[in-house]
């Protein structure tokens, strides 16, 4: 009913930017809370920013002041502008949204597939 498309991953060397997407379609009335994730290999997925429907935002401690989340609610996008990359900032990113399909419904958690970053010289 829903689907979350990511896109932007890449290869980047230390200290370099990218910018990823992640747009939902199909069956929405309203997404609540929309969020990055990553996992790394080898270790547990993990949040790394989170944005409300109300445009609050928050980061895990790692990334703040070197990321920024920021989401288009027209659109149904969000974004993760990662600057400063660091070597252990290489992981598979995902994004999740807590969709409403309906006035009635509760929200539901929906997950896009991953998208490879890749910090190195």
């Known amino acids: 009913q829903v689907q979350l498309v990511e896109s932007g991953g890449g290869l980047v060397q230390p200290g370099g930017s990218l910018t990823l997407s992640c747009t939902a379609s199909?069956?929405?009335?309203?997404?609540?809370?929309m969020t990055w994730f990553r996992q790394a290999p080898g270790k547990q997925r993990s949040l790394v920013a989170t944005?409300?429907?109300?445009?609050?935002?928050d980061y895990v401690d790692s990334v703040r002041g070197r990321f920024t989340i920021s989401r288009d609610n027209a659109r149904n996008t969000v974004y993760l502008q990662m600057n400063n990359l660091r070597p252990e900032d290489t992981a598979v990113y995902y994004c999740?949204?807590?969709?409403?399909?309906?006035?009635?419904?509760?929200?539901?958690?929906?997950w896009g597939q991953g998208t490879q970053v890749t910090v190195s010289s």
């Open positions: 199909g069956n929405i009335f309203h997404i609540n809370t």
């Open positions: 999740n949204a807590a969709v409403r399909t309906n006035t009635f419904s509760p929200p539901q958690i929906y």
């Open positions: 944005t409300t429907s109300g445009d609050n935002t």
